[in-house]
């Protein structure tokens, strides 16, 4: 049971336009959701969050959007560089306990010169 | 600040045998989660320990284990090693809360 979904498996964008990666979820307790960046051989690196009391949060180049009534959040890259080529992950986190970090399938996205 | 260390890097089994991985999380985390990447399949949780009890735990089957020592490090263990086990194993420690994971750089264990 895939709780939290990244339904596009790949994405490729020309260099300094926009990038939106998108994720749905499914568990309605999830209230604290983030996005990692991963590179080769590297493990995931931590690069923004969202509390589900907001719709919006902004640091730089990055953008997550959240709907809770629609259970989507997504995530903007703009301009987006070469060195934005990685595979995303979005995860969630429900609001009791100490819950564990549910992880998306990820999305590969490569940046075109 | 050193981050997560993940040993060894690189591991190849022979399918039956057993493994075991270690993670030293950073200092002060007292939670280290255990989680299996595959391509395709994302990242999926196997388990997570906090001052030395299994506080989580995925659905994995019991060949799948793991521990926590008193300084915090962990380590897991795979016994009777299949084909599918091939993955990339990522450690992640977390402050007492949960609310965000540091990642180490992963074991590769390919079993053939």
């Known amino acids: 049971d895939q709780q939290v979904k990244q339904n596009s498996p790949s994405l490729s964008v020309q260099e300094g336009r926009i990038s939106i990666l998108n994720c749905d979820y499914t568990?309605?307790?999830?209230?604290?959701f983030l996005w990692y960046k991963k590179y080769p051989a590297e493990g995931p690196t931590f690069l923004i969050s969202?509390?589900?009391?907001?719709d919006k949060n902004e640091d730089g180049r990055f953008t997550v959007f959240l709907n809770k009534s629609a259970k989507h959040l997504s995530l903007h890259i703009v301009p987006s560089q070469p060195g934005d080529s990685a595979v995303y992950f979005c995860?969630?986190?429900?609001?009791?306990?100490?819950?564990?970090?549910?992880f998306g399938t990820g999305t590969r996205l490569t940046i075109i010169p | 600040k050193a981050g997560v260390t993940q040993t060894p890097r690189y591991l190849i089994k022979t399918r039956g045998q057993q493994v075991t991985l270690s993670c030293s999380p950073i200092?002060?985390?007292?939670?280290v989660s255990w989680y299996q990447q595959t391509p395709g399949q994302g990242l999926q949780f196997l388990f997570e320990?906090?001052?030395?009890?299994?506080?989580n735990k995925g659905n994995f089957p019991g060949r799948f284990s793991g521990r926590q020592f008193s300084n915090s490090r962990s380590e897991m263990n795979v016994s009777t090693l299949e084909l599918g086990d091939s993955a990339l194993y990522l450690c992640?420690?977390?402050?007492?809360?949960?609310?965000?994971?540091?990642f180490g750089s992963g074991t590769r264990l390919t079993v053939v």
């Open positions: 200092s002060g985390h007292r939670s």
């Open positions: 995860a969630a986190r429900a609001n009791f306990g100490n819950e564990k970090l549910t």
């Open positions: 320990y906090f001052s030395e009890t299994q506080r």
């Open positions: 568990n309605s307790m999830f209230d604290y």
């Open positions: 992640a420690s977390s402050s007492d809360d949960n609310y965000g994971y540091t």
């Open positions: 969202i509390s589900s009391i907001k």
